[in-house]
């Protein structure tokens, strides 16, 4: 049942989330894995008892089970993957409404977040619409078997069997009337063929099998010999299922005991005349030789007209329909037929049909079922309506996701659209200057669709101030046409526009507009070739409901949008521009994270103490919102007013930081990197330049040698973050570096994430580094964003690159190295 859209939401959750396994699991009897994703994901479908199940404890529990640590946790005890230590940490969501979770663990301890089970949510959310949907036409193909089985029928019982497994499934009425206890009964078809009337076995064991050949429908009677009691008869109805390939792999239906029917049937000549169907019999000439009253009434006429009459005279639109086929069919093979068919006015309803042939004839029960047939077809509309609505949906949200814009989520709207509303459709945007532009058009037939486009290019500016879709943008309603080329073709000017509407010669048109929060957004306009009607108003509510789905996609992509581009103005307002200096060159990055409102925590900052050494810094405070960015601020501040108003080394600096984070109370977990350049008198002598650093738990700096070599600094033991403890001893590194070296610090967010654990990303930077390392500092930075990032980070990012200039080559302002004021 792993529909290509749940298998996405699956494989999504796994690279948001990072899981070995994504599952989406069904609780039934078992837990059944019904889509897995991940690299360590089992088989679909594997099943796993309920005792041993965490997403039946999810089920169970109605809300996101967070599990950190599966070994440890008490709601879990006992259960194997508890037990057995295959699952580190769990994360379930329910789906609402469904015996189903979805899920995702892996084989270590992990402390979830509140935005992990966010992403979660929302993507069990997504799962549960789409199951939900899919249940839709199945769910009304079996309701209507079941409708059409049981219409006549009481005290039904059930029966599923499962043709490959030969699994029986019987109701407590069914087990009771073959005279089983439910403890007792094999379940298997061997065991039901057994306890049949020896006479009636073939035929049963012949129309089973003539259900799985043909796929078709049975109504089949046979009798029973429980092993106690008198024999009964029992009448069952049902079909054979199909799979994807058309092979039929199960029967299910409805029985009941129809023992006292027979018995009736002994008698029916006294109770025709009373019954509410409608039933008549027809000789075998076809004349009529009996009607009952209600048969009287559905036909409309008496008796009178219709005794003797020939059936193919009185109803001559029987003939050459279904009535006839099914009528000569059962008369010819002597077997009854059952069977719905529409008969037109004067009549004008459909019935529900069973034909009994016998020697004398035909007998014929029929009830008028148009009521019943009205509402099936009102359902199965509904279920198209879902359909196109879901699937306008999908569209939209994977063309904004995939951050293709709104251009290209409406070229795949009008795609959505059709041909199930329109022949071809148009749809239009209001842009950044406030102006409407036609940006997406399509057509049903591919040899159209180049002459659609250079009218939806050139219409806008052809059209008159009483065009339909100028009225629609006015009203906010939905505009009729309902003869285009008196409307639009007659009136536009001569050239390719002209030309380019009268090869589409469109018969009827419905514009409306996109309309979000009381603004108007955009337009669509919908085209009907003038061989297909016009829209009814059941397609104008669909349009409508379309339509603003597509508003509301629009708005919201239109203030993440705005969000995305607030977020990053405030995280560019926090840093500034790196110091100019005649002894090195110092360039700075900031790349905001993709996801629209996720202002970071990541910073940099380079200036000179009054000593004259240079200071360079990178952070990365923890979490992705405005608290974040406010703390990330505070600490950068704080940080570069002890750095310049003490002048200690970088591990005092991060010293004192996390004693004045304590002191000042700011609530904050960061780590970060301090490094200062400093040159002695010895060292100018030597053409060195030192380079003091401390680390608090934060991604290792590079240094790029001029020879082309990338040195990794750290230490065998990462210090702590700041934030943790105050009184924590830091360590302070001194890294010997050439004139013309480049070191580099950048945060997290360039070389982790889903996509890329961070030895990885580590590892492809140094490579990256010592590939590129001759391109200029600016150009290298933005090849390096490029290359490890270039669909962007989900974490922000934030790059320090410190190049010292050659000791033979002046500064950019003239001044050689020995302008360079020492570090002491």
Do not use: K
């Not at 073959?178 to 306890?195: K, N």
């Not at 009798?223 to 009448?235: A, D, L, S, T």
């Not at 199965?380 to 939209?396: C, K, M, N, Q, T």
């Not at 979000?516 to 297909?532: H, S």
């Amino acid at each position: 049942m792993a529909g290509p859209l749940l298998q996405r939401l699956t494989d999504l959750a796994v690279r948001l989330l990072g899981p070995d396994v994504a599952q989406l699991s069904l609780v039934g009897a078992v837990q059944t894995a019904a889509v897995v994703s991940g690299p360590g994901a089992g088989p679909a479908g594997a099943e796993l008892p309920l005792a041993e199940s965490l997403c039946a404890v999810t089920v169970q529990a109605g809300e996101p089970l967070v599990v950190r640590d599966v070994a440890h946790d008490p709601r879990i005890a006992g259960r194997s993957a508890a037990a057995s230590g295959a699952v580190g940490a769990y994360l379930g969501v329910p789906l609402e409404g469904l015996a189903a979770a979805l899920c995702v663990f892996g084989a270590a301890p992990r402390d979830w977040t509140d935005r992990d089970v966010a992403v979660l949510e929302m993507l069990a959310e997504c799962a549960s619409s789409e199951l939900r949907l899919a249940g839709v036409s199945a769910e009304s193909e079996a309701s209507g078997w079941r409708w059409a089985l049981a219409i006549d029928a009481a005290e039904l019982g059930s029966f599923d069997w499962d043709a490959v497994a030969d699994r029986l499934i019987w109701d407590d009425r069914l087990l009771a009337l073959y005279g089983w206890d439910r403890a007792d009964f094999p379940g298997t078809l061997d065991a039901l063929i057994e306890r049949l009337h020896p006479h009636d076995r073939e035929g049963v064991v012949a129309t089973i099998n003539t259900a799985l050949a043909t796929g078709d429908g049975f109504d089949q009677e046979h009798r029973v010999q429980p092993p106690r009691g008198e024999v009964r008869w029992v009448r069952a109805r049902g079909r054979a299922v199909l799979d994807d390939a058309g092979t039929a792999v199960r029967i299910v239906g409805v029985a009941h005991d129809s023992t006292d029917q027979r018995r009736a049937e002994a008698q029916v000549s006294r109770v025709l005349e009373s019954m509410p169907a409608a039933f008549f019999s027809l000789g075998r000439d076809w004349s009529f030789t009996y009607v009952n009253a209600e048969a009287e009434r559905l036909l409309g006429n008496g008796r009178a007209e219709l005794l003797g009459g020939d059936l193919w005279e009185l109803f001559p639109a029987a003939a050459g329909s279904d009535f006839e086929r099914h009528y000569r069919h059962a008369m010819d093979s002597g077997e009854p037929a059952l069977f719905q068919a529409w008969y037109p006015p004067p009549l004008d309803s459909w019935y529900e049909v069973r034909a009994w042939p016998s020697d004398e004839g035909l007998s014929v029960y029929f009830l008028d079922v148009t009521e019943r047939h009205r509402a099936e077809e009102a359902t199965r509309r509904d279920a198209e309506r879902l359909a196109l609505v879901a699937r306008v949906s999908d569209v939209l949200s994977a063309a904004l996701v995939d951050r293709r814009g709104a251009h290209g989520a409406l070229q795949e709207l009008v795609q959505a659209v059709v041909p199930d509303l329109a022949d071809w459709a148009i749809v239009s945007l209001v842009e950044e200057d406030g102006r409407l532009h036609d940006v997406a058009s399509w057509h049903r037939d591919p040899a159209a669709r180049p002459v659609a486009a250079t009218y939806a290019r050139l219409r806008l500016a052809a059209l008159t101030s009483t065009a339909p879709i100028v009225d629609a943008l006015a009203t906010g309603e939905i505009t009729v046409v309902p003869d285009m080329a008196a409307a639009v073709g007659n009136g536009l000017p001569a050239g390719e526009v002209r030309e380019a509407y009268w090869v589409l010669d469109p018969g009827t048109a419905v514009a409306l507009a996109l309309v979000a929060r009381g603004q108007v957004l955009g337009a669509m306009t919908l085209y009907r070739d003038r061989g297909r009607a016009p829209m009814d108003a059941r397609e104008h509510e669909l349009l409508r409901e379309v339509a603003d789905r597509v508003a509301v996609a629009l708005d919201g992509a239109a203030l993440q949008e705005q969000q995305r581009r607030m977020a990053e103005e405030l995280q560019r307002s926090l840093l500034t521009d790196p110091p100019e200096s005649d002894h090195c060159q110092i360039a700075v990055r900031y790349v905001p994270a993709v996801q629209a409102a996720q202002v970071g925590g990541d910073w940099y900052d380079a200036f000179r103490q009054p000593g004259g050494a240079t200071v360079v810094a990178i952070g990365d405070v923890v979490g992705h919102d405005t608290v974040a960015a406010a703390a990330m601020g505070q600490l950068r501040s704080l940080l570069r007013g002890i750095a310049y108003s003490g002048g200690a080394g970088p591990a005092g600096v991060l010293t004192d930081l996390d004693r004045a984070m304590e002191g000042l109370q700011v609530r904050a977990l960061a780590t970060a990197a301090v490094a200062r350049l400093e040159r002695e008198e010895v060292d100018r002598d030597r053409g060195e330049t030192r380079l003091r650093w401390s680390n608090a738990g934060h991604p290792p700096l590079l240094v790029l040698t001029p020879g082309g070599r990338v040195e990794v600094l750290a230490t065998d033991r990462a210090d702590l973050m700041l934030g943790v403890d105050p009184a924590t001893s830091r360590r302070e590194q001194v890294t010997v570096l050439e004139h013309g070296s480049t070191v580099l610090l950048y945060t997290d967010g360039l070389v982790e994430g889903p996509d890329l654990p961070l030895d990885e990303g580590v590892a492809r930077l140094v490579g990256l580094l010592a590939e590129l390392g001759e391109l200029p500092l600016e150009q290298l930075l933005d090849q390096i964003v490029v290359r490890l990032r270039p669909q962007g980070s989900e974490d922000d990012v934030a790059l320090v690159a410190v190049r010292l200039y050659r000791e033979d080559a002046p500064g950019p302002f003239g001044v050689g190295p020995d302008g360079w004021s020492p570090g002491r």
